[in-house]
């Protein structure tokens, strides 16, 4: 093929079909760490706090984003959280109907900066911006230090 050939066919490029096989794993990180003992353990969600900006950061992290400091000190977040966004899934990731319809939320807290997806235990119908939730929790002998330790969020008062 020279430059004034042109071809839409991709196929007719050298080329070589397969598969690269790729695996990752992905650690907690120390702030990731500090933040999965203490939901294992206490129970607790904790932030990462920027004593220098006075900003607290959900999900927990090692570096402030305004000032770049180690951040060694970590918050509790507040107990309630509000609903910011819901998002229902009725297929899965590969298209398929799923039997029943999934309801995640990104759930945020007063005074903390960032916040978590994850499941809002509410029928896809109550799912809705500013309700107020608060996380269930596995019994602590069922938990073993994963995001899946909150079960979800579910409404305040439920
Ligand atoms: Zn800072």
Sequence with gaps: MTFLERTTDARKFRHWEGNMEADYIYTSGVAGERFF???????????????????????????????FAELTESVEVPREGRVAAVSVARVDRTGVRLSLPQVWAFVTFRGIRGGLVHRLLVPPDRARAGLAVRPKLKPKGARVGAITDIEGFEPVGS
């Design 37 to 67: 003992v203490a939901l294992r353990d206490e129970g607790r969600l904790l932030a990462s706090r920027c004593t220098a900006c006075d900003l607290d950061y959900l999900p927990a992290r090692l570096f402030c984003e305004d000032c």
